[in-house]
């Protein structure tokens, strides 16, 4: 089994700061990508951003220059650090890893945390 664990979401006001993060504990093997998704009241999930293993990194237009992703490979852990927050960043943010399990035969498969909340207030 592998899971997901997000921390550090919260109430804050537009302009604020949070740091979001993600520890994956479980039968690892390896862990490849490393990401933040997030979905809105009555929107689909959509990609924050992502960070490989080599540490190279992706983000929506929407958060570039505001938000900054990065991990922990040693830990297996991966932050997302939210500065300049909008009312329009309100959502359930989750992350994601694809992860090689620790067992024979094991395949790069897709996991996902439960989310936590972040609100930012007008």
């Known amino acids: 089994q592998v899971q997901l664990v997000e921390s550090g979401g919260g109430l804050v006001q537009a302009g604020g700061s949070l740091r979001l993060s993600c520890v994956a504990s479980?039968?690892?093997?390896?862990?490849?990508?490393m990401g933040w998704y997030r979905q809105a009241p009555g929107k689909q999930r959509e990609l924050v951003a992502t960070?490989?293993?080599?540490?190279?990194?992706n983000y929506a237009d929407s958060v570039k220059g505001r938000f900054t992703i990065s991990r922990d490979n040693a830990k297996n852990t991966v932050y997302l650090q939210m500065n300049s927050l909008r009312p329009e960043d309100t959502a359930l943010y989750y992350c994601?890893?694809?992860?090689?399990?620790?067992?024979?035969?094991?395949?790069?498969?897709?996991?996902w945390g439960q989310g936590t909340q972040v609100t930012v207030s007008s």
């Open positions: 994601n890893a694809d992860v090689l399990r620790a067992m024979f035969g094991s395949r790069w498969s897709a996991y």
């Open positions: 479980g039968s690892i093997f390896r862990i490849n990508a």
């Open positions: 960070v490989a293993s080599g540490g190279s990194t």
